[in-house]
């Protein structure tokens, strides 16, 4: 049974998020990931290898990276259950707990919101270029605002319902999979060189595994904002990502403004559409952001209990 622990995990991720003391003596899962991810990146993505080779490391990493993930988290599982027997629900809600996200995300949103509300814009764009992977420095208070904003409702989908979907499906190897698939997909996924090629089946991958959730996202976010489903279905393909654009253009609908736009990445200017119509995003939208995010997490939870009630 997976659902007490999912409703395990949500409710530790909940209450402690990834406590800063815990994070400096063992760091976090990911960084695991992160290591392997970039060991096998730096042997198999030289300039002097072909593309068709440097494409084919890339599968190649990503089945690799695939297989050690879910098999680790498989023999754990395994283990659990024989060990703990009718109470392997509660060390399995632990071993699922990292891979979940509502905590960190909101703790990470909150001061970027704080900053704009008080009208330090320099402690704004600090806060907001920990999040997100645009220029930061020259933005005005409304690109930055967006920024968290945009980042908060692509990242409900990554960090919370992606891999409460996954574990949910598949066990604790369908949550770690997914974080190893994440993981991968925002350090090579990138359709520049010198990853174009060999970052090809992370992104791909990556863009299969957010399929669903992504568009759960979307309609949670509506639910918890009670409209936006408009915009939702006119905006969500706007965005360069198949999947990014569910829950933008969903936040965008219920907050009634624009996202997206226009963003500089590495001094380069990124002529990206609007998604949404309306006021120009502000520290109150921000606000009004944090609130349906945190309606939309509740929403989730209500869900994974109703597919526990439900088996």
Same mark, same amino acid.
């Given at each position: 049974?997976?659902?007490?622990? @999912? ?6 991720? /909940? ?5 800063? &003391? ?9 960084? %695991?990931? /992160?290591?392997? +991810? ?6 198999? #993505? ?19 990276? *695939? ?17 703990? %027997?009718?109470? @392997? ?6 071993? @699922?707990?990292? /891979? ?18 008080? =009208? $330090? ?9 920990? *999040?997100?992977g645009r220029d930061t420095a020259a933005l005005d208070a409304p690109g930055t605002a967006r920024a %968290? *904003? ?6 409900? !989908? ?6 409460l979907f996954w574990l949910l499906a598949l066990g604790l190897p369908g949550a770690w999979i997914y974080k190893a698939i994440n993981t991968a997909?925002?350090? +090579? ?7 174009? $090629? ?8 990556? $863009?299969?595994? #957010?399929? *669903? ?8 976010? !509506? ?11 006119? $905006? ?6 198949? #999947?990014?654009?569910? &829950?933008?253009?969903?936040? /965008? ?13 590495? =001094?380069?200017?990124? &002529? ?23 309606? @939309? !997490? ?14």
């Amino acid at each position: 049974m997976v659902e007490p622990v @999912a409703l395990g995990a949500l409710a530790l991720d /909940a209450a402690l998020g990834w406590p800063e &003391p815990l994070y400096r003596r063992i760091g976090h899962p990911v960084g %695991g990931f /992160a290591r392997i +991810i970039g060991m096998c990146e730096t042997r198999w #993505n030289q300039p002097h290898r072909s593309a068709r080779f440097r494409r084919r490391a890339g599968v190649a990493g990503m089945l690799a990276l *695939i297989l050690a993930s879910g098999g680790a988290a498989f023999a754990a599982e395994q283990a659990i259950r024989a060990l703990a %027997g009718p109470w @392997a629900w509660l060390p399995l809600a632990f071993a @699922a707990w990292p /891979a979940l996200a509502q905590r960190s995300l909101y703790e990470h949103y909150r001061p970027v919101e704080r900053a704009l509300a008080s =009208g $330090d814009l320099p402690a704004a764009r600090q806060a907001v270029s920990w *999040i997100v992977g645009r220029d930061t420095a020259a933005l005005d208070a409304p690109g930055t605002a967006r920024a %968290g *904003i945009e980042s908060l409702a692509e990242s409900f !989908c990554d960090g919370v319902i992606a891999p409460l979907f996954w574990l949910l499906a598949l066990g604790l190897p369908g949550a770690w999979i997914y974080k190893a698939i994440n993981t991968a997909d925002s350090l +090579i996924g990138h359709p520049e060189e010198p990853l174009r $090629d060999y970052g090809w089946a992370a992104a791909r991958i990556d $863009d299969a595994a #957010n399929l *669903i959730p992504s568009r759960l996202s979307a309609v949670l976010i !509506c639910l918890a904002g009670a409209g936006g489903w408009r915009v939702l279905w006119r $905006d969500h393909g706007r965005h360069a990502s198949p #999947n990014a654009g569910w &829950p933008e253009a969903a936040m /965008a609908g219920t907050l009634g403004i624009r996202l997206a736009g226009p963003v500089r990445y590495d =001094g380069v200017l990124s &002529p990206k559409p609007w998604i949404g119509e309306g006021a120009e995003a502000d520290a109150g939208a921000m606000a009004r952001a944090g609130t349906v995010y945190l309606r @939309a !997490c509740a929403l989730a939870w209500i869900g994974a209990g109703g597919v526990a009630w439900l088996v």
